[in-house]
């Protein structure tokens, strides 16, 4: 397993060129109140909480190598701690944990970033990489040959997706420890920092695709087991974006048996094949939590959440949609497409008019050249 420290960044150091930019810039002003004092408004679209949560989701995704080199040490500039950093967490904290075991279909990467004053805490997973075939092979590993089990609510589960639940307890002891770090107050950097028990922070847990499925399967282990009480109360909301379904009836019940549940709210961008996985042809599968889908604006659909395709050659035509897609005729016969589960596309659809994730100067002045007010 490797575990890593990012580079600990402020306002200084990823300010953008013109001087006026500070006006508009972080992003977002007094965006750790916002995340502390989370309610069920939060999870609109329209909210600041969805857009930056999108983008700590999104750049999930990057390069871990620079920051490698001595665990104990913050060493290269992580793409998470800089967007967080922009979006108004200056002065963030960012570690890594990520193991890779390719023989067992293995590839998970948590990023735990801590705000400076220790009063919020996100947990983003990476979801399936394009390029790596171990991860698409956990996508694709739905059952154990051998009955897996896991107790929820009191009850043994046995319908969660196998390759997202290992995945998953890959990381988990290493998330769970920094974790718990956090909940007493102290730098997840392993640093001697006295905390704060008495002040827990403001808990959220999010990711893209596979990385979402992650993100609720270890929010349905901290609401169902009572040994992790402290990240229970802390626990605000999982947010996920183009999420495919972690389990069937049995994940579902469980999920409803908690007594007041952490919300997990799941958007859906246009014609994303991801949340239709895995196909019905595996087993019956189903979404849990509430659901916002987008096809030009954001409606709230959990009344009539997705479902599943009916086998893998939806998935097939979604991937032949992605270049046929260009020609506009033939972009009209695919039901689905995999461009449009592109992380991009769901932090522009989530960001205002004229905002985005990096806080520089194309969107930041108005049309008479003067810096726009703070949001």
Not at 139 to 154: M, Q, Y
Request: hydrophobic letters at 40%; a negative charge.
């Amino acid at each position: 397993m490797q575990v890593s420290n990012a580079q600990v960044l402020d306002l200084d150091d990823l300010r953008p060129y013109r001087p006026t930019i500070d006006n508009r810039f972080p992003v977002y002003r007094g965006l750790v109140d916002h995340l502390v004092a989370f309610d069920e408004t939060h999870l609109r679209p329209d909210d600041p909480t969805s857009h930056v949560l999108a983008a700590c989701a999104g750049y999930a995704y990057a390069e871990t190598a620079s920051t490698l080199l001595d665990p104990e040490l913050p060493q290269g500039i992580n793409a998470v701690s800089a967007a967080m950093t922009r979006l108004g967490l200056p002065g963030c904290r960012c570690r890594i944990i990520s193991e890779q075991v390719d023989a067992m279909l293995i590839r998970s990467t948590a990023f735990v970033v801590q705000s400076a004053d220790a009063r919020v805490v996100l947990v983003a997973y990476r979801g399936t990489e394009p390029s790596n075939i171990i991860s698409w092979g956990t996508d694709l590993d739905v059952h154990s040959r051998e009955r897996t089990r896991i107790r929820l609510a009191g009850t043994a589960v046995d319908d969660l997706h196998a390759g997202f639940h290992r995945n998953v307890r890959a990381t988990a002891f290493e998330v769970l420890r920094t974790l718990q770090r956090a909940m007493a107050g102290r730098s997840i950097y392993d640093t001697d920092t006295d905390g704060d028990a008495a002040r827990p922070p403001a808990l959220y847990l999010t990711g893209h695709s596979l990385g979402g499925a992650m993100a609720v399967i270890l929010g349905l282990r901290i609401m169902t087991n009572p040994v992790y009480d402290e990240l229970r109360r802390a626990l605000r909301a999982i947010y996920t974006f183009g999420q495919p379904m972690v389990g069937g009836d049995g994940a579902a019940a469980a999920y409803a048996a908690v007594v007041d549940p952490a919300p997990i709210a799941r958007f859906v961008y246009r014609q994303d094949p991801v949340p239709h996985l895995p196909p019905a042809t595996v087993g019956r599968y189903r979404h849990i939590g509430r659901e916002w889908r987008y096809g030009g604006g954001w409606a709230d659909t959990s009344g009539r959440p997705v479902g599943q395709m009916l086998s893998t050659l939806g998935f097939a035509g979604a991937l032949a949609a992605f270049p046929l897609g260009q020609v506009r005729p033939l972009g009209r016969l695919f039901p689905y497409t995999i461009s449009d589960h592109f992380p991009h596309y769901y932090i522009d659809a989530l960001a205002a008019a004229d905002v985005c994730e990096f806080g520089d100067d194309e969107l930041s002045a108005g049309p008479d050249g003067r810096p726009r007010p703070p949001r």
